[in-house]
């Protein structure tokens, strides 16, 4: 059993999300103590990391409010629960391939930088941008 501020601590979420997400519907069944203090149990913690699981990887809010509510009753809603995941994993094979095109964006401008700064150490003429993202 955690307090929220162990619970807090241990998961590095704000106190305040975790009351957010008991209000939301995200969290259920926060018992508390006879100091009437939340108390959390290991099944708050699997649905917080499936939580951030989610949003890290983009789904918003909604659609993570839909997705617990559709594991509530597996046996009428597997369909949907795989539409949205299958959709959040298409979601998430776009924003890599996004990624990856700008990582390689990046690595150009860090080799065509780091040319120009040997350029000024060496006082010789600054590289053309198309000669560096050519090698």
Known sequence: MYTIQQLSSLLHVPASTLRYYEEIGLLENVKRNTQNQRVYDESHIRRLNGIHCFKRTGMSISKIMEFYKYEINLNTNID?????????ETDIQEKIKSMEMDLIHIRE???????????????????????VNQI
């Open 109 to 131: 401008k860090v080799l065509y930088y780091s040319a120009i700064k040997e350029a000024l150490e060496e006082n010789s003429p600054w590289p053309c941008w198309d000669d």
């Open 80 to 88: 949907n629960i795989l539409i949205l995941v299958k959709e959040h």
